[in-house]
């Protein structure tokens, strides 16, 4: 959903910025431009003397307009550093049996998982993500590069089967919902001789 809601935002934002600025562009360069536009010669200015000047003489302009900016910038800061963290889980919690349950850390889950995965025939590197919003539902994005002489089907098959039922029953977790993305190891031409 926030990927979904991020492209929307992120697109209709591109297309104002692009019609906007290529309008400014063509009234600024003498194209011709609706005659609704408040920019239609070379001449016209985004900002007039007038509407300049008009605040200059109040106190408390300026640092408001700073204020605003400043604010602005740290919110694109922020939403462009949450686009580019992944969310990913630091502990699981696995039941004991006890009532009390014990945590297991998110990154030596991974670490077995990969080396599992790693194992199976026909995968040249495997390399495993937890995610999740809770540590008693964990989720796992898992990428294999395969050596092209592997079969994929059976490749995940033997994954779901082997590295992946191996973490979801050693953490005691009822599912394990997981995502896996295939990718073909490049080789080198073999030479006939």
């Known amino acids: 959903m926030i990927k979904t809601v ?16 290529g309008a400014v562009l063509a009234a600024g360069t003498g194209l011709s431009v609706p005659s609704w536009w408040p920019w239609s010669g070379r001449r016209d200015v985004l900002l007039s003397d007038a509407d300049r000047m008009r605040w200059r003489d109040e106190g408390w302009w300026w640092p408001l307009v700073i204020a605003v900016l400043a604010a602005l910038v740290l919110l694109a800061l922020w939403w ?3 686009q580019l963290r992944r969310p990913r889980l630091a502990e699981v ?17 991974e670490h077995v998982m990969t080396g599992e995965a790693e194992s199976l025939e026909g995968v040249s590197h495997a390399r495993v993500l937890l995610t999740g919003r809770s540590r008693r539902a964990p989720q796992a994005r898992i990428l294999l590069r395969l050596e092209p002489h592997a079969a994929p089907a059976e490749t995940v098959s033997r994954l779901v ?3 992946v039922a191996h973490a979801r029953e050693s953490a005691g977790l009822s599912s394990l919902p997981t995502e896996t993305r295939l990718r073909i190891a490049k080789h080198k031409a073999q030479r006939v001789t």
């Not at 006890?98 to 990154?107: K, N, P, Q, Y």
Request: overall charge negative; charged content about 20%.
């Open 80 to 82: 462009l550093l949450a």
């Open 93 to 109: 919690l696995v039941d004991t049996g006890d009532g009390e349950g014990a945590l297991l850390r998110g990154r030596a889950l």
């Open 6 to 21: 991020n492209r929307v935002v992120l697109g209709l934002a591109g297309l104002v910025l692009v019609c906007a600025g």
């Open 161 to 163: 089967d082997e590295a």
